[in-house]
């Protein structure tokens, strides 16, 4: 098919057949699986992906992490101030522009850090069952492939954080 083709068409579009439907029922569903696991934790999916992201160097800003999970400011504000009340993050006014709030982790946070790898990989294993390494990769590929085609600054890959931006 060629390059520039239009794949969806007004006339015929279903929202069951959207990519972005199912796109959004599959985070829902990974999201509410995540949940599931983590609420002995007293842990929301969207407040591990927080510690996740900040442990993984991908950004300690909550600006970042609003841009790039595309949180409203005010639930980033709501959550960071749980972690923090959680003691699994402090704030700390960067030394070169005491305007710049950064996030850290806390020794808990960390700890935190390294066992939710584990639930996601268990919520991930079970919404792949079936595929096999290299149908992985192919999905992969492809929704980088769309991100790369949605023409937002940074998203092409991936690759990068929000402080590398």
């Not at 279903?14 to 029922?25: A, N, P, Q």
């Not at 790898?117 to 192919?138: D, I, K, S, T, Y």
Request: glycine content about 12%.
């Amino acid at each position: 098919m060629a390059k520039d083709a239009q794949l969806y068409r007004a006339e015929d579009f279903r929202l069951e057949d959207s990519v972005g439907y199912l796109i959004t029922r599959l985070r829902a569903s990974i999201f509410a699986g995540v949940d599931g696991e983590l609420a002995a934790w007293g842990l929301s999916a969207a407040q591990a992906s927080i510690v996740l992201y900040i442990a993984h160097g991908r950004g300690d800003r909550a600006a970042d992490i609003s841009r790039d999970y595309d949180y409203d400011t005010g639930s980033m504000t709501r959550m960071v101030e749980r972690l923090a009340r959680k003691g699994l993050l402090h704030r700390v006014r960067d030394g070169a522009d005491r305007r710049v709030v950064r996030l850290q982790l806390t020794a808990a946070g960390r700890r935190l850090a390294r066992r939710i790898p584990a639930v996601a990989a268990r919520v991930l294993n079970r919404h792949l069952r079936g595929f096999r390494r290299g149908e992985l990769e192919q999905l992969k590929g492809y929704l980088r492939r769309m991100l790369g085609n949605s023409g937002v600054p940074g998203t092409a890959g991936g690759e990068r954080g929000a402080h590398d931006r």
